[in-house]
């Protein structure tokens, strides 16, 4: 028997050294044609065990004689006409026949149909499933509904990108606005007075941003962003109307407390009172400047006492004595 021991000593262990006829581990000797047979191969495991070893003697890198490689076929595909002959796996799909065949063609593989036996064929189905052997023939046709469909489709993908790339924009903008929206937000919180220019400059940079935004249309994940950034936006303009108001009313005060410094610190004078003999000679005019009229009823009078009278006022004034009590009037 292979790998019998001699008898041992009773209780001590068996040595394998101490064996007579030791295992082979290598091939015991070739067979014909050079090749080793898998059961003349052995091997001793690190417990010291000897066991066959696996694989039938080949090693690891080589490949294993049971699997076969998979086969490549030529298939004859008719387009427009022109036959192409294409070399691909059997085991390939119907949808990788189809890139082969835009390579040649010119044809988008979405925009193809690949009848074989007058029968369409999916472009997940199997090559070798299907039936398809060497010197196979395959038709491929243009699908005008899946081209539109296709064209359709990528002008919608243009869209969201151009939308997403218009809104990327934007948030970059908006994003070098912010940090001073803050910073004069930070200023009047403080009670300090801003410039007016730099509010209204960022109030237009803002809302031009926000039209951009307005003229943007787009569906799903974009329009969920374009829709953030415009609160976003409407939120700064909001804090800049904070900001003028605020601004505003700082300036009102620094300006009513500069007023109150500049005003002179005197008492207001009082009137001083006039004498009253003042106010009696200014209110009663000279007897020499008394003037007297004359009215009409007199116009009506005869000469003689006209000229009377006239002359009797003209004496009296011209004399500068003072009136007399009684006036001299001529009677009827």
Do not use: C
Not at 122 to 151: I, T, Y
Not at 262 to 289: D, K, V
Request: charged residues 25%; positive net charge.
């Amino acid at each position: 028997m292979l790998g019998a021991t001699p008898k041992a000593r009773k209780g001590a262990p068996a040595k394998l050294g101490s064996m007579k006829n030791p295992p082979v581990t290598a091939a015991v000797a070739p067979a014909a044609g050079g090749k080793v047979s898998a059961e003349e191969v052995w091997e001793v495991r690190p417990g010291g065990m000897l066991v066959q070893k696996r694989g039938g003697g080949s090693s690891d890198d080589e490949p294993s004689v049971n699997v076969k490689p998979v086969p490549t076929i030529r298939v004859k595909v008719k387009h427009a006409g022109v036959t192409h002959e294409i070399y691909i796996s059997s085991e390939a799909s119907f949808g990788e026949l189809k890139k082969l065949v835009a390579a040649k063609t010119g044809l988008h593989p979405d925009d193809q149909k690949v009848l074989y036996k007058d029968k369409e064929r999916d472009s997940k189905a199997f090559l070798d499933m299907a039936g398809v052997k060497d010197r196979s023939k395959v038709v491929v046709v243009e699908d005008p509904e899946a081209k539109a469909r296709r064209l359709i489709e990528e002008r919608r993908n243009g869209h969201l990108e151009k939308a997403a790339k218009a809104v990327a924009a934007v948030t970059a903008e908006v994003d070098k606005l912010a940090p001073k929206v803050a910073s004069l937000d930070a200023s009047v919180r403080k009670g300090e007075k801003v410039a007016e220019n730099d509010v209204v400059q960022l109030t237009e940079l803002l809302m031009n941003e926000l039209l951009k935004l307005d003229a943007v249309v787009a569906d799903g994940d974009v329009k969920t962003q374009r829709r953030m950034q415009v609160k976003r936006v409407q939120k700064y303009v909001e804090m800049l109307d904070a900001v003028t108001a605020k601004n505003a009313a700082i300036i009102r005060k620094s300006g009513e407390k500069l007023a109150k410094q500049q005003q002179p610190r005197q008492q207001p004078r009082q009137p001083q009172p006039q004498p009253q003999h003042n106010q009696y000679q200014q209110q009663q005019p000279a007897a020499g400047q008394t003037r007297w009229e004359m009215f009409d009823l007199l116009s009506s009078l005869p000469s003689t006492s006209s000229a009377s009278s006239t002359t009797t006022v003209s004496s009296t004034a011209s004399s500068g004595a003072p009136p007399a009590n009684k006036h001299d009037w001529m009677l009827f």
